[in-house]
Every structure is written in structure tokens, then in C-alpha cells.
């Protein structure tokens, strides 16, 4: 029975070579145009070099190819490209298994920012608005904000003592300019704005949309007896 050259032996001569030349697996490497991993496989006896790289390793010792079959072993050297053959179609495998694993990783990703970003232009964000104090109470304020739409649903306001309200003004600042909501008689505040279009004119979308940005919302109110009061309505998102 012919007991042929195995993985550890190539190994061994490679990395006896190498060293009797006084060359690292860097410098090796570099000079085949290979990894130095590819190099150390080799002398660990976890794959062997292909034939033609198997010439490139020659021609860099000055060696005869013979160096590394005994005798001139023809067997040795069949055994050898079969082998090598073996071991690089095993590694064309390895190398289809590690592209499959890196498109599922991409459409993964590409998925998940799919979501994140239908689930991140739909959402839609409620803030709560209101102001409890002895002589006033703002209470049921809504602004949802959305993509699609702004809905703002004014407080509903009265006094404490019963005190008629003449005029409303319900703004915001965006950098020191101040930003009209709502003006008029206390019978805007029934009315909703849907409409994003006309909302936008008034009221800076870009703004608002952003979580946990909503900027503060002013109330001044003008009663029967032209008394302004000015407060800043409490905001909560929810």
C-alpha cells in the first residue's frame, strides 16, 4: 500500500523553507499576493497551495518542485494536484457559503432600515396641552402631528370666576419670531385644522414633527374688561 504525503508533511516543508530562508509569513505573503493567513493555513496543515501558486513558492526559494515529493514520487505528485484541486474547490464552497452570508447580513439591514423608516415617516406624535391654576383652567389641548397632517384641537378655557373672554392669540416663537396659531374671539377654539397645507403657512411643520421638540405654546387671552393675561400652556406627549 502507498501511504501518501499528507497535509502536514507540505506543511512542514513549507514552513522549513521559509524559515531556513529567513522569511516571515508577512513577507511571504506579500510577495505571492496572499493573505498572511493563507500562508499560515498552509503550514498548519489546514489546506495546501494551489498548483500554480505552488510554482510561485518555487521560483521564490529557487527550488525544484521535486523539493517537496520524495523521490520523484509521480504518485505523490498526482496525489498532490488532486488534492490541491480538492482543497480548492473546497474553498470556492467556503467562499459561495461566506457571499450567501453577506447578502442575507445586507438584505437584513436593508430590510430593517425599510421599517425603521416607514415605521419612523408614520408615526404619528400627540402632545397633550394644558393650565390649571386657581382663576384659569386650559384643559383637552391636542396637537397630533403626522407625514400626512397636522391636527391641532385647542383647549377648552374658562375662569374660575365666570370671567367672559373678548379675544384669544395661541403662538409659538421660532428664533425670537413669534408664530400665530390661533387669533380671534374665544369661538376659534372650536374649530380643527386638518388640512397640512394651511397649517404649514402658520405653523413650522419641519419643527414640530421632530420628537420631543415641540416648541413652547403661548396663550394670551384679552377679557370683557381688556385684561391680557399671557401663559404658557403645559406640554406633554403621550
Known sequence: MVIHMSLNEIGAKLKELRIKNNITQDELARNLYLSRQAVSRWETGKSIPDYQTLILICKFYNVNMNYFFDDNNVKDKKYYFNLAFENFNKQKIINKFKIIIIILIIFVIIIFSLFYTFYTFNKNN????????????????????????????????????????????????????????????????????????????????????????????????????NVEKTIILDSRKI
Request: negative net charge.
Open 126 to 225: 400627540i402632545y397633550e396641552l394644558e393650565y390649571r391654576s386657581n382663576e384659569l383652567v386650559c384643559n383637552s389641548g391636542l396637537i397630533i402631528t403626522s407625514p400626512k397632517k397636522i391636527i391641532f384641537k385647542p383647549c377648552v378655557l374658562s375662569f374660575s370666576d365666570g370671567t367672559e373672554i373678548n379675544n384669544i392669540e395661541i403662538y409659538y416663537y421660532e428664533q425670537n419670531d413669534k408664530r400665530i396659531i390661533l387669533s380671534g374671539g374665544p369661538n376659534i377654539l372650536n374649530f380643527t385644522w386638518k388640512d397640512k397645507r394651511n397649517v404649514s403657512e402658520l405653523f413650522n411643520y419641519g419643527k414640530i414633527n421632530i420628537d420631543n421638540n415641540l416648541p413652547n405654546i403661548y396663550l394670551k387671552i384679552t377679557t370683557e374688561d
